[in-house]
């Protein structure tokens, strides 16, 4: 049977190897209603040449969980579906402990969430849905409706705004028509949610989009500050029967003043005054030296935990898009390895960084030090003192509690001009403290990205400071 959810649904899956550090992973189950998956699928990795067996999984008497299998296959994988039975509503914070045969120690998952209504207590709560009930994955489109609603009143909102973004790229705006809703085909993966309507505040969700959801109400509130326009005496037409899904151009506008709209708090915003004057949009020469930039991308398996993975898409394809033809970007990946994932490319070719953009999937667990170190390496390729030399980091955790040496190779390159900035995705408090002393021993700053109004600017923002020609670097 598919299921009727509400847009605060998150619902994710993860690769992690075998082969990995003893510190803890977080899963974020997000807010959870009656109506809610509870459980999280990961993908247990084997990279070596000989069988390692699942020796035990500890866990409290509120979580459970399921295997495809207690040993993996040489260059293998299995499946681990945790699922959460939280008892009350509010906060919750267990401890999942997996004892592998090749580890001296376990590898330690922390799942945490809240539960924002009372729960049934009955039975079915303790019940990890089995592998065949729901699939896991499914490669087949099917059908969803998204409904607008007022969120006291439960009536359904013509005339709303619903723009989709799928794998960092927008996928289609639709205005709802009288019924307040729309159905679209649309692949198995995760989508972000953009809605706003006149009198309302703009929400941002997002929801793993399968076969077993048919439906998505997503809920409006009003916002107290905004006043009606006086009553004309021309007639107020009609909303349409139907929705209306915008022509591309359209649509890209309808986005761009959606999240215009929204309240950007953030570091990155407050650090340059002297930017108000140029327009956001502007990242002419005139105001901005040549950047050389190498992006060095966590993609350890956290990051494919909620909207992260499409939050650092979206802000780098907005990046891609202001690119000059004399700017050039790369990109370095760290998981349990680092790799050069692009070498740095001039900012015509738009469609090839995209691509490489799209590309991009979370496995493993996270080698932050070695990363920096080949992000330094790439952008010293095409190092000029009279450009805008950086490296920047973008990570949902703290990169460098592993990587004790990192820091000497940040001041080592800064003492040459190069910035070193952090963009956090998501970050949990304590780790943000630590991104913003990283990123001060390189000269840069901590950005952070929360929601989509974050990834539409804040990314493109902070390499407008770092090589606005009127700030001493």
């Not at 049977?1 to 510190?23: D, E, K, P």
């Amino acid at each position: 049977m598919r299921i009727l959810a509400v847009i605060c649904i998150l619902l994710l899956g993860g690769f992690v190897h075998a082969q990995q550090s003893n510190s803890e992973d977080y899963l974020e189950y997000g807010e959870i209603t009656t109506q809610s998956k509870r459980y999280i699928d990961l993908n247990i990795g084997n990279p070596t040449n000989e069988k390692v067996y699942i020796l035990r999984v500890e866990h409290s008497s509120e979580v459970t969980y399921r295997l495809t299998s207690d040993f993996i296959e040489p260059l293998g994988t299995v499946q681990l579906r945790i699922q959460v039975n939280p008892t009350k509503k509010g906060n919750f914070n267990y401890v999942l402990k997996l004892h592998m045969s090749d580890q001296a120690n376990p590898v330690v998952y922390r799942l945490i969430g809240t539960v924002t209504e009372e729960l049934p207590d009955d039975n079915f709560l303790t019940k990890c849905p089995d592998f065949n009930a729901i699939p896991a994955k499914s490669a087949e489109p099917s059908e969803l409706t998204i409904i607008t609603v007022d969120k006291v009143t439960k009536e359904p909102l013509s005339k709303s705004t619903v723009s989709l973004i799928h794998n960092g790229q927008p996928r289609g705006t639709w205005i709802t028509g009288r019924l307040g809703k729309f159905t679209e085909t649309l692949p198995p993966g995760f989508f972000y949610f953009v809605v706003s309507k006149e009198g309302y505040l703009t929400k941002e969700a997002g929801i793993y989009v399968g076969p077993e959801v048919s439906e998505i109400t997503i809920p409006l509130s009003k916002d107290r500050s905004y006043e009606p326009p006086v009553p004309t005496k021309e007639p107020i037409p009609e909303p349409e029967e139907i929705a209306q899904q915008l022509p591309p151009q359209e649509a890209q506008e309808k986005l761009d003043e959606q999240l215009a709209n929204e309240t950007i708090d953030t570091t990155t915003q407050k650090v340059m005054p002297e930017l108000v004057s140029i327009p956001s949009e502007n990242f002419d020469e005139t105001y901005f030296k040549d950047v050389n930039v190498v992006f060095v991308l966590d993609i350890s398996s956290s990051m494919k935990m909620g909207e992260k993975m499409n939050l650092m898409k979206y802000s780098l394809n907005q990046l891609v898009s202001k690119l000059r033809p004399q700017d050039k970007m790369g990109l370095v990946t760290y998981a349990n390895t680092a790799e050069v994932f692009q070498s740095p490319t001039s900012g015509d070719k738009k469609e090839e960084l995209q691509k490489s953009i799209s590309n991009l999937k979370p496995l493993g667990m996270t080698a932050g030090g070695k990363g920096i170190k080949l992000g330094y390496k790439e952008v010293m390729k095409n190092y000029d003192p009279n450009k805008t030399n950086m490296v920047i980091v973008i990570t949902d955790g703290a990169f460098n509690k592993d990587s004790e040496d990192y820091q000497k190779t940040v001041q080592k390159y800064a003492k040459d001009g190069v910035v070193f900035s952090v963009v956090g995705i998501q970050t949990r408090e304590k780790d943000a403290h630590l991104m913003e002393e990283a990123a001060h021993f390189g000269n840069g700053r901590f950005v952070a990205i929360q929601k989509l109004a974050d990834a539409h600017s804040n990314l493109t923002q902070e390499i407008r400071i770092a090589s606005f020609k009127g700030i001493k670097k």
